[in-house]
């Protein structure tokens, strides 16, 4: 009787200490990172299209 007794206990304390085993998983969030400046190079077309009214009023 006594094995049962310390079975019974050992089977009540084990199932109480899963009691609160599921819970949410913690996901955080993806930081997306999103570049707003042009291109270095964007200062280019303005300048040749300047260079080339210049030459055409300079002949």
């Known amino acids: 009787m006594k094995k ?3 079975a019974a206990t050992l089977a ?8 609160g085993g599921l819970e949410e998983p913690i996901v955080e969030p ?3 990172v999103e570049e707003t400046s042009g291109t270095g190079a964007a ?3 303005p300048v040749l299209l ?3 009214v ?3 009023a300079a002949n």
């Open 4 to 6: 049962f007794a310390l």
């Open 30 to 32: 993806e930081i997306i």
């Open 50 to 52: 300047l260079a080339v």
């Open 43 to 45: 200062w280019i077309i």
């Open 12 to 19: 009540v304390a084990a199932s109480a200490s899963f009691a």
């Open 54 to 56: 210049a030459a055409v």
